[in-house]
């Protein structure tokens, strides 16, 4: 069973860059790595996925060392709305979501 | 696109009632999945459907029942609703199990 381990919180402040980083040191080959973005009283959405090194897309870049216990979501020059709960997921046959990290972006 | 819809999106019960939590997806997704979210805490799973006719239990599945009742639609029972089962219930689905998953808005279940 892959279990992540992240903060359980961070501040930033506007126009920063922001890393958030996750440790799963006993992901499996065929895992990949999956991160959320989760504002009050929705559900999670889907921020990004890899597998190795890195991978970038419109909202985020997710870096993933080549032992691959550990990642990293980098959200770059953060908005107040950027402020939400982020949670890391290696896959498992049992999708397991743990408490995320809670970012409160400051003005 | 509607995506993935729960109904309804708020319950009130008392104890020892039974109520059903609908799920449906028009992505043509393979998975689906349903967790509870308590206040301040992360999600966990209940039960998920790896495919259409199959089923299997997540981390917390006593105390309900789940139906794939067809590829769109998953479906999560309560029998006899207790106090502790007050929470936020998402459904989410996936075209695979390892990718990324679409959410619902949730449903806000209070039994009194």
């Known amino acids: 069973l892959a279990k992540t381990t992240q903060p359980i919180s961070m501040d930033s402040y506007e126009g920063q860059e922001v890393n958030i980083t996750c440790s799963h040191n006993n992901i499996a080959t065929n895992d990949y790595i999956t991160w959320y973005q989760q504002f009050p009283s929705q559900g999670p959405r889907f921020i990004i996925q890899g597998y190795k090194t890195k991978v970038t897309n419109e909202v985020a870049s997710l870096f993933i060392p080549a032992d691959r216990k550990s990642s990293t979501l980098s959200l770059p020059r953060v908005s107040l709305s950027d402020t939400a709960v982020y949670y890391c997921l290696a896959f498992d046959d049992k999708i397991i979501f743990g408490k995320g990290t809670r970012l409160h972006i400051l003005p | ?40 805490m992360g999600l966990r799973l209940i039960y998920y459907s ?58 806000r279940l209070t039994v009194v």
Do not use: I
């Open chain 2, 50 to 107: 790896a495919s259409e006719g199959t089923t299997d239990k997540g981390e917390v599945p006593n105390g309900y029942n789940v139906s794939r009742l067809n590829k769109r639609e998953f479906s999560l029972r309560l029998e006899s609703a207790a106090p502790s089962q007050t929470s936020v219930y998402f459904c989410a689905s996936s075209e695979y199990q390892d990718y990324g998953y679409t959410f619902g808005s949730g449903t």
């Open chain 2, 1 to 40: 696109n509607a995506g993935v819809t729960q109904t309804p999106k708020f319950q009130v019960l008392k104890t020892g009632q039974s109520m059903t939590l609908q799920c449906a997806q028009d992505m043509n997704h393979n998975s689906m999945y349903w967790y509870r979210q308590d206040p301040g």
